[in-house]
C-alpha cells in the first residue's frame, strides 16, 4: 500500500524558515517524480514544486522561487521542501504527492497534509 | 503560466442528477489536464488524468472528456459520496496549475 506522510510543519514567524518531510513506504520512492502541493486555509489547490526521480530536475511555481528548495533521498526514501523567508501567504496545508505511471504528471497518491502557519 | 478556468464555481444538485463541470486553459494543453475530488479536511483524491482516463477505483458513473483548451467532468448520476469540490490540473507546463474549484452540495 502507498503511504506518504508529511511532518515538520508548525508556527513560524514571518521570515523564518521551516523543512517539511515527507516519508514514502509501499512503493519504489526512486522511480518516481514527486510534487509539493499546497492549499491555504479555505482556498483551492496551489501545486508548488516537483522533482524527477534522482533530483537532477526541478521546478517551482514563481511565487516561491528562490525561497523553497525541493529535495529527495533516494536512500532514506524521503521527500523534503525547505522553505526560508516565510510570508504570511506561505500559510497552508502542504501536501506531497507521487505521480502517476502514465507519463501525465498526475499527483496519483497524496499525503494527509501538514499545516505551516506564517505569523507573529 | 497557463491559467484554468471552471465553471460553475459552484452548483446544487439532487442525488440521481447528472452533473457537468467545465474547465478551460488559458491554451492549449494537449490532454495533459486531471480532475480531482476533494472533500473537507482530506486530501484531493485523483479521479481523472489525461482529460478521459479514469483512475482505477474510481467509480464509471464519472468520466471526463475534451483537449486543447476545453474540458468537462461529468457525472452521470449523482450519488451522496459525491458532494465535495472538484478541481482541474494542467500538467502540460509548469507550474502545474489547478483552477479555481467547483463545489458540489446538495440541493
Known amino acids: 500500500e502507498v503511504q506518504l506522510v508529511e511532518s515538520g510543519g508548525g508556527l513560524v514567524q514571518p521570515g523564518g524558515s521551516l523543512r517539511l518531510s515527507c516519508a514514502a513506504s509501499g512503493f519504489t520512492f526512486s522511480y518516481y517524480w514527486m510534487n509539493w502541493v499546497r492549499q491555504a486555509p479555505g482556498k483551492g489547490l496551489e501545486w508548488v514544486a516537483n522533482i524527477n526521480q534522482d533530483g537532477s530536475e526541478k521546478y517551482y511555481v514563481d511565487s516561491v522561487k528562490g525561497r523553497f528548495t525541493i529535495s529527495r533521498d533516494n536512500a532514506k526514501n524521503s521527500l523534503y521542501l525547505q522553505m526560508n523567508s516565510l510570508r504570511a501567504e506561505d500559510t497552508a496545508v502542504y501536501y506531497c504527492a507521487r505521480v502517476g505511471d502514465a507519463n501525465n504528471y498526475e499527483s496519483e497518491y497524496w499525503g494527509q497534509g501538514t499545516l505551516v502557519t506564517v505569523s507573529s | 503560466d497557463i491559467q484554468m478556468t471552471q465553471s460553475p464555481s459552484s452548483l446544487s444538485a439532487s442525488v440521481g442528477d447528472r452533473v457537468t463541470i467545465t474547465c478551460r486553459a488559458s491554451q492549449s494543453i494537449s490532454s495533459y489536464l486531471n480532475w480531482y475530488q476533494q472533500k473537507p479536511g482530506k486530501a484531493p483524491k485523483l479521479l481523472m488524468y489525461?482529460?478521459?482516463s479514469l483512475q482505477s477505483g474510481v467509480p464509471s458513473r464519472f468520466s471526463g472528456s475534451g483537449s486543447g483548451t476545453d474540458f468537462t467532468l461529468t457525472i452521470s448520476s449523482l450519488q451522496p459520496e459525491d458532494f465535495a469540490t472538484y478541481y482541474c490540473?494542467?500538467?502540460?507546463?509548469?507550474?502545474?496549475?489547478f483552477g479555481p474549484g467547483t463545489k458540489v452540495d446538495i440541493k
Open positions: 489525461a482529460a478521459s
Open positions: 490540473q494542467q500538467t502540460y507546463d509548469t507550474p502545474f496549475t
